[in-house]
């Protein structure tokens, strides 16, 4: 399957916003010049696609984050002067366009701060046709997904932990990943004790 990238004449020609909700906010790889607390509107952050490289294996995946449609998404907007825009581009693509599972899109995000400000920005949405698009599933069917996933970054709890620790140290509570989180810092406890 071909990745869906956007066109060189879709990207504004002075900086680049890129909205981050997952482990973009942890460990951006790129050189930006500002990042603040954003809102996009229209998707919502999903344990919602099966990762068969960086977080599991085709035979043992695990589970990353998408945007998938309906709600409403609190990240960070990370600002890249237009210096920086075509190998931030280049970056992302390789990271994020591995399998092809995500849509490269633009879209209006809301900055947060004295006043709101809208901006363009580029995001990766879930593709809800790829064969990795996972939908929506039980608390249970996750935590075994992640249980089990390690792939090329690591093990998938980590990606999950991680995740959960830097929304926290924005202020921002995802209350399913929370509660994902809280099980699985309750099986690390059991684990240490053992």
């Known amino acids: 399957m ?6 060189e004449a879709e990207f504004p020609d002075g900086d680049l916003w890129v909205f981050g909700y997952g482990s973009l906010i942890w460990k951006p790889g790129f050189v930006f010049s500002e990042q603040r ?13 099966y990762s068969m490289v960086h977080r599991g294996t085709p035979e043992k995946p695990g589970l990353v ?8 998404c609190q990240g960070v907007a990370f600002r890249v ?3 920086h825009q075509r190998a931030t581009i280049a ?12 849509r490269e899109v633009m879209r209006s995000v809301w900055i947060e701060g ?14 809800r046709g790829h064969s990795q698009y996972a939908g929506r599933l039980s608390l249970d069917e996750q935590l075994r997904l992640v249980r089990q996933g390690h792939g090329d970054y690591g093990p998938n709890d980590e990606y999950v932990m991680s995740t959960v620790t830097a929304l926290e140290a924005q202020g921002i509570r995802d209350t399913p990943l929370y509660q994902l989180a809280t099980m699985l ?10």
């Open 2 to 7: 071909a990745a869906q990238i956007l066109s």
């Open 37 to 49: 607390p954003a809102r996009l509107i229209g998707e919502h952050r999903s344990l919602c696609i």
């Open 65 to 72: 984050l998408g945007l998938d449609r309906g709600g409403a």
């Open 81 to 83: 002067e237009a210096a």
């Open 91 to 102: 970056y992302l693509r390789e990271r994020e366009q591995v399998t092809s599972v995500y």
């Open 114 to 127: 004295d006043a709101r400000q809208r901006v363009r920005a580029l995001a990766y949405v879930a593709d």
């Open 185 to 194: 810092r309750g099986e690390g406890a059991l684990r240490r004790h053992a």
